[in-house]
Nanobody, 126 residues
Framework: QVQLVETGGGVVQAGGSLKLSCAASGRTFTRDAMGWFRQAPGKEREFVARIGWSGGREYYANAVKGRFTISNDSTKNTVYLQMNSLKPEDTAVYYC???????????????????WGQGTQVTVSS
């Protein structure tokens, strides 16, 4: 059974940084893509970034481009989201997700992803 566990959330001042981690287990993910999404109160879940499991083909939402970096360590089955220059509007619950067989496809819709973590709260104070 696929399990995704996000860690690294917290409270940070505007302009600060956080690094989220997502530990994946339960099967091999060789042909999959990993994505990060976020959901603020009263808003729909939105795409943040994705990466192919083997590395590469990173893709970002415009709102985070140039500030966030997605990466992965396949030897540790872990995906990361480095978040710099954080803004109050980045406040949300952040989720990681798996898109099965999606390594070569740029998928940005939540419905494209099959497995989800429980989420980690990121709060950016002004």
């Amino acid at each position: 059974q696929v399990q995704l566990v996000e860690t690294g959330g917290g409270v940070v001042q505007a302009g600060g940084s956080l690094k989220l981690s997502c530990a994946a287990s339960g099967r091999t993910f060789t042909r999959d893509a990993m994505g990060w999404f976020r959901q603020a109160p009263g808003k729909e879940r939105e795409f943040v970034a994705r990466i192919g499991w083997s590395g590469g083909r990173e893709y970002y939402a415009n709102a985070v481009k140039g500030r966030f970096t997605i990466s992965n360590d396949s030897t540790k089955n872990t995906v990361y989201l480095q978040m710099n220059s954080l803004k109050p509007e980045d406040t949300a619950v952040y989720y990681c997700a798996v898109a099965s067989y999606g390594e070569l496809l740029i998928r940005t819709l939540p419905s494209n992803y099959d497995y989800w973590g429980q989420g980690t709260q990121v709060t950016v104070s002004s």
